[in-house]
């Protein structure tokens, strides 16, 4: 048996990396069957006459649904001026990464055609929340930052397309190795030209390009009163609610949380994004047996 790591796949196929080299892999069996082999994910495989073949996956660490990758982390959230930001999907990404134990890092790239109240207004959203970082894979900026964090890791690139994700990776390898795309005229809407994942190596880091995507939900299972874990932000107010532990932080008397959102120590856009999850995961748990 060799161990290996996934890093590519296209239907049955795989391509992995392992201390032997790279070998490309086919699920065979029960593997095939279920279709659940991830990029990034630890495998075992064997020679079969001619072919290597996936026997096992080893036990992950986490998982995500979107982008479809395993054993993750970071998760650089790529936002841009263009095409403009889905500000839910960049938290409902948060949410997902932090559910799976991974580090968030929200990156805005195209910075040399963005103005600074676009800028700041992300870095005024998120600066209690995650890392923000801006970068632009035509100049370059900090592109070393990524790599320095991304160092003995494995790191994802998500978000919605055209946002410059296969142009930073290509950035961060120093040539054109993906293939890059833009907005629809049409549309204006992000073309789709990563197809697939794929993990590169740059130096001693991991960086996964991924399809682009415009939608994300939480799991099915995923309890309302939850949620407000996932929001740290809102952590040491909460500790001066009238409910304490019971405080979902939308309607309740007494809240410390909304007076400190009234008082622009919270980011009012990402409360209010916060309200209108709940509201809607709540709806789903109500109808969940229907």
């Known amino acids: ?34 279709g659940d082999i991830r990029v990034g994910d630890r495998v075992l495989i064997q020679k079969e006459g001619k072919d290597f073949v996936i026997t096992k996956v080893l036990e992950r660490k986490n998982r995500l649904i979107r982008p479809y990758v395993a054993n993750v982390d ?8 263009v095409p403009a930001p889905d500000f ?12 799976n134990g ?12 963005a103005d600074e109240r676009f800028l700041n207004g992300v870095e005024n959203d998120y600066n209690n929340v995650a890392k ?9 900026l900090n592109k070393d930052v990524i790599l320095e964090m991304s160092k003995g890791k494995t790191a994802c690139l998500a978000g919605q397309s055209a946002v410059g994700k296969s142009s ?22 992000g073309r789709h030209t990563t197809r697939q994942s794929e993990i590169l190596k740059i130096g001693d880091a991991r960086i996964i390009d991924t399809c682009g995507f415009s939608m994300l939900e939480l799991p099915e299972d995923f309890r309302p009163q939850d949620l407000v874990y ?17 405080c979902t932080h939308v309607s309740e008397p007494d809240c410390a949380v909304r007076k400190a959102v ?29």
């Not at 923000?132 to 370059?140: D, E, F, K």
């Not at 950035?171 to 204006?188: V, Y």
């Not at 996932?230 to 019971?246: K, S, V």
């Not at 120590?265 to 047996?289: A, D, G, H, P, Q």
């Open 74 to 81: 970071l998760c650089f959230i790529v936002i841009a001026p």
């Open 1 to 34: 048996m060799i161990e290996g790591v996934v890093i590519k796949g296209v239907a049955s196929r795989f391509t992995t990396d392992t201390e032997e080299g790279i070998k490309e892999c086919f699920a065979r069996g029960k593997l095939k069957k279920d």
């Open 88 to 99: 839910m999907l960049v938290d409902k990404i948060i949410v997902n990464a932090r559910m």
């Open 262 to 290: 009234n008082e622009n120590k919270i980011s009012k856009n990402r409360y209010e994004r916060y309200c209108v999850l709940y509201s809607e995961l709540k709806e789903k748990w109500r109808k969940r047996y229907e």
């Open 132 to 140: 923000v970082l801006r970068t632009s894979a035509l100049t370059g």
């Open 168 to 189: 930073l990776m290509n950035a961060l390898l120093g040539a054109d190795k993906q293939e890059t795309g833009g907005l629809s005229k049409k549309t204006e809407r």
């Open 230 to 246: 996932y929001y740290e932000e809102f952590a040491d107010y909460a500790l001066g609610c009238r409910f304490r532990t019971g």
């Open 102 to 113: 991974i580090t968030p890092v929200i990156i805005v790239n195209k910075t040399d055609i």
